[in-house]
């Protein structure tokens, strides 16, 4: 998979790199091949997203010639090796959960397991500076609206969020602020409960928590209409 400036001269068969085509934008596509029998024609046999081409002889796909790909190439990636299968327990959070703690009542919606997006952040950040942390949002009953930050490792979950800060970066930690509410749970049999204690940073005081899941986060769309990002907002339900 590459990123690259969709520019040059792409008339002919193979795209060819040209100085005098400027850029008409950014694109991803992904590399499946490559032909080298004419020395002086090689290319690369690249699939689309966009839809299959008509170029005679090419099948679909797009054919870049090596100069191409060093003149406008920004990243790439590749998979050398997979995991084997094995269980991941940390998607069990995912979900819509009722949460109740000292008292308080709330909505808490995981959507993320944390550390997902940190290949993404080491790759445009230095590697490390920047820690994916996000978990989700919790809503209170008066409808306010809180990003939340942890971790998750097998069945057991902290997170935290800040009443003082509501859009707390995706990175930021826990720094002892007064506001802020930690949750230390772990993951019950039948992954629809789950319980543990809470406290406020600076507060030695500890007390239960306890939470159910009420649901998925299920999106909902007229599938016979185009698939858009307006097609998803304020879609989701139980």
């Known amino acids: 998979m590459w990123d690259f400036n969709v520019a040059g001269d792409r008339t002919g068969k193979v795209w060819q790199a040209d100085p005098t085509q400027p850029s ?27 839809t299959p081409t008509t170029t005679p002889g090419a099948n679909g796909y797009v054919y870049m010639s090596y100069g191409y790909l060093q003149a406008y190439g920004s990243s790439a990636g590749y998979i050398d090796s997979i995991n084997p299968p094995h269980a991941w327990p940390e998607l069990a959070f995912v979900g819509r959960w009722t949460l109740r703690y000292d008292g308080h009542l709330g909505t808490l919606d995981i959507y993320h397991v944390s550390g997902q997006s940190q290949l993404w952040f080491d790759d445009f950040f230095p590697p490390r500076e920047v820690i994916d942390r996000r978990v989700g949002v919790f809503r209170d009953p008066a409808g306010h609206s809180y990003r939340v930050n942890g971790h998750i490792v097998g ?11 509501a859009n707390v970066r995706w990175d930021v930690e826990v720094d002892g602020g007064p506001h802020q509410r930690i949750f230390t749970y772990t993951m019950l049999d039948g992954d629809r409960e789950m319980a543990g204690w809470h406290e406020l940073a600076g507060n030695s005081t500890n007390v239960g928590g306890y939470a159910r899941r009420d649901g998925s986060l299920t999106p909902v769309f007229d599938s016979s209409l185009a698939w858009n990002p307006p097609q998803f907002l304020g879609r989701w339900r139980l």
């Open 24 to 50: 008409v934008g950014t694109h991803a596509m992904l590399i499946v091949g490559y032909d080298r029998r004419d020395p002086l024609n090689r290319y690369f046999i690249v699939k689309n997203s966009w």
């Open 155 to 165: 069945d057991e979950i902290t997170f935290w969020f800040d009443t003082d800060e």
